[in-house]
């Protein structure tokens, strides 16, 4: 999932405070977990600033709904309409929810609401964990499923730095060391051998480093433009 | 010969090496670099030059390591991966190669949340960089040298002929692994070794005895780190906080009891531990060097580079060899 966590109420409030019509448009999926951008937050954020426009004697009208995902457009069609009668939409999606709907929206501005860290994981109740980059390049099959592009506070990939320090990073001593991991759980595997031979300086062109990126299906594609076509052709008979 | 460089070939000579560090200032005071030059010079066969070490903004390790050079000091230019990617790696290797720099070190580098151990502002909120990492970066090195590559694969006209380094340190975590690590570094280049400081001598020896089973002695030349401790409270630290560093309880007393010898007189308890840890520099040296498969010592006298001439002549280290 895509773990964010919430601005700052007056970080938003400068954002917002301009606006006479806002609306707060929650994600009920990713960000809801992570208990920055669903409903029930999107209802918060609204009465809190329904809350500080009323002390601050502005005048604002703010109210708040949320769908599904935001990230196709079938989800957020429903609600488009209602979207568009407001002067801003403060979206709790994650960034891309912001971005997608930027582009559908026609001329209102949509602000984030939060700010989204990255792909991660529930190891407990509360607490949200980075554990894939989206290198665009898997090599988890070489590091015992422990990822060194996103858990290496260097992105090491030939084993541990000098700055271990008995299974810490030495960024921090509440961060795991995921070479340290790594070395650990390749040994249980019995696959430790594995780590004796040189990885090679990787490409990263397949991250973000190569550029913005786009994945494309083919053959969904195909079948999805053959089924179009067959309605048409049904259309007409 | 690889590189033609002194450390080279005091390595090749059989003598055991001796290298020192000289840290560039937090400023532009290029006359500093030089001052420590000459208090080093003839006494080390090299010495190395911090690359902004613990992520705090110094003069760059190539303009310092040039102007060590026309002190006289052969450099040795550290490069972190922390701060360049590839491009602007190989861009200062070849423009270090023109200016005459013939030795490389090559390391992951302090995290740029380290920044001076808290120690300083530094720069936290910094991008890292990290496109290759140590063993990529030797390397990256040994392409340019031997096969007259770039790591992309384009012609060097002129290769940059480097004798490569890289670091290790036998006793940090997880410790099983410290000897494969050193191997990578060994299969991908790294013709010299120069370890983190060693105090705990038996625990050092034990990893060297796993390097010589692996036979990486032969295949690089090995350099024990000694960093000279400068009072009971810097051994404290270094065993308690400094990763990969573990120092015997012995030593710790050892200095203590000097600091408390001279009582109250502040003045003579820093001159007492200090001759404490030179005397204890000196005894670690000797014990390096008599461990097998170690061919020579890496002396950090941190921001104290004028220890160094009398702890290599006390060592009998002193005239350095010349090849
Ligand atoms: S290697 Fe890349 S794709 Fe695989 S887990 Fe790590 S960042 Fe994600
Ligand atoms: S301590 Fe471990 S996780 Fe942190 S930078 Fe070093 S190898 Fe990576």
């Known amino acids: 999932m895509i773990v964010g966590s919430q601005k700052p109420i007056d970080e938003i409030w400068d954002m917002v405070k301009e606006f006479k019509r806002v609306i707060v448009f929650g994600c009920n999926t990713c960000v809801a977990i992570c208990h920055a951008g669903g409903s029930k937050e999107a209802e918060t954020i609204a009465s809190m600033l329904k809350m500080r426009s009323s002390n601050e004697g502005v005048d604002m009208d703010v109210s708040s709904t949320s769908v599904m995902r935001h990230c196709e457009p079938e989800y957020f069609d429903e609600v488009i309409d209602e979207l568009r009668s407001y002067d801003l939409v403060l979206s709790t999606a994650c960034g891309v929810g912001v971005n997608f709907l930027s582009e559908r929206i026609g001329n209102i501005p949509v602000y984030p609401g939060i700010n989204t860290s990255f792909f991660g994981a529930v190891p407990e109740a509360g607490v949200f964990e980075e554990l894939c980059a989206g290198c665009g390049d898997c090599i988890l099959h070489m590091t015992g499923g422990i990822c060194p592009v996103a858990r290496c506070s260097k992105t090491l990939m030939n084993g541990p730095c000098g700055g271990t320090n008995e299974g810490k990073c030495e960024i921090g001593k509440d961060v795991d060391c995921a070479w340290y991991l790594i070395v650990q759980r390749m040994k249980d595997l019995g696959t430790i051998e594995k780590l004796s031979e040189v990885i090679p300086p990787r490409s990263w062109s397949t991250s973000r480093d190569g550029g913005p990126r786009r994945v494309s299906v083919e053959h969904i594609r195909e079948y999805e433009e053959s089924a179009e076509q067959k309605t048409e052709a049904g259309g007409s008979k | ?323």
């Open chain 2, 1 to 323: 010969m690889k590189s033609e460089s002194n450390l080279e070939k005091v390595i090749a000579s059989g003598n055991p090496a001796v290298t020192a560090e000289l840290g560039p200032p937090m400023s532009a005071n290029g006359h500093e670099v030089r001052e420590k030059a000459k208090l080093l010079k003839g006494f080390c066969d090299a010495a190395n030059i911090t690359d902004c070490q613990t992520a705090v903004v110094r003069i760059s390790s190539i303009a310092a390591a040039y102007m060590a050079l026309q002190e006289g000091v052969e450099p040795v230019m550290q490069m972190t991966c922390r701060d360049r990617n590839r491009i602007a790696m190989q861009a200062d290797l070849l423009g270090a190669a023109a200016l005459g720099l013939k030795n490389c070190l090559c390391l992951a580098g302090d995290h740029q949340n380290f920044s001076a151990a808290g120690r300083l502002k530094g720069h936290p909120g910094a991008k890292n960089v990290y496109d290759v990492d140590t063993c990529q970066l030797v390397g990256i090195l040994k392409k340019m040298r031997d096969e007259g590559l770039q790591e992309g694969g384009d012609k060097l006209e002129e290769a940059p002929k480097f004798f490569i380094g890289a670091s290790w340190t036998p006793m940090g975590d997880p410790i099983d692994f410290r000897p494969v690590n050193l191997m990578k570094k060994v299969n991908s280049g790294a013709d010299f070794i120069q370890t983190q400081g060693i105090y705990d001598i038996e625990g050092f020896r034990a990893q060297m005895e796993k390097a010589r089973n692996l036979g990486l002695h032969e295949r690089t030349a090995i350099l024990g780190g000694i960093i000279v401790p400068r009072s009971g409270m810097m051994l404290k630290y270094m065993d308690s906080s400094v990763a990969g560093v573990s120092v015997p309880k012995a030593l710790i007393d050892r200095m203590m009891k000097a600091k408390e010898a001279a009582g109250d007189d502040k003045k003579k308890a820093k001159a007492l531990q200090e001759a404490e840890g030179i005397k204890i520099t000196i005894e670690l040296i000797h014990q390096v060097l008599e461990t097998p498969g170690v061919k020579g010592v890496h002396i950090q006298a941190i921001e104290w580079e004028s220890a160094i001439e009398g702890i290599v002549k006390e060592a009998g280290l002193y005239p350095r060899p010349s090849v």
